[in-house]
């Protein structure tokens, strides 16, 4: 698996390794049952905090695309493929909409429409 971080960069690093471990999901390199490596040992490969990196699993899990257990890891969840792709495309769809100046309300409505 390959992660990477810009300290550089404006966006967190926690969401910078959320976002590439839920397109890796959306891709299927990540494939359900998959364990992801301990955030101890993510955190040291990436020379960040643990915590970071803990932060970034929350994130995943919160999305739905992980499990986290104690003592068994974390866990790339069965659906997680299809809503880590669904949920690629809607952050997509909403950069999109912010440049073309909508906001999120209008868009809100626009996919209520097409319902």
Do not use: W
């Not at 659906?79 to 440049?99: H, K, M, N, P």
Request: hydrophobic share 45%.
């Amino acid at each position: 698996m390959l992660v990477t971080v810009d300290a550089a960069s404006a966006e967190p690093l926690y969401r910078q390794i959320a976002s590439q471990l839920r397109s890796a999901i959306g891709r299927g390199e990540l494939p359900p049952g998959h364990r992801l490596p301990p955030a101890r040992e993510l955190a040291e490969a990436l020379g960040v905090n643990m915590h970071t990196v803990l932060r970034a699993y929350g994130a995943l899990r919160d999305d739905g695309l992980v499990e986290m257990r104690r003592r068994r890891g974390v866990i790339v969840r069965r659906s997680g493929d299809t809503r880590a792709r669904l949920i690629e495309l809607v952050r997509a769809l909403r950069a999109e909409a912010s440049r073309q100046g909508v906001p999120l309300p209008e868009l809100k409505r626009l996919l209520e429409d097409l319902a």
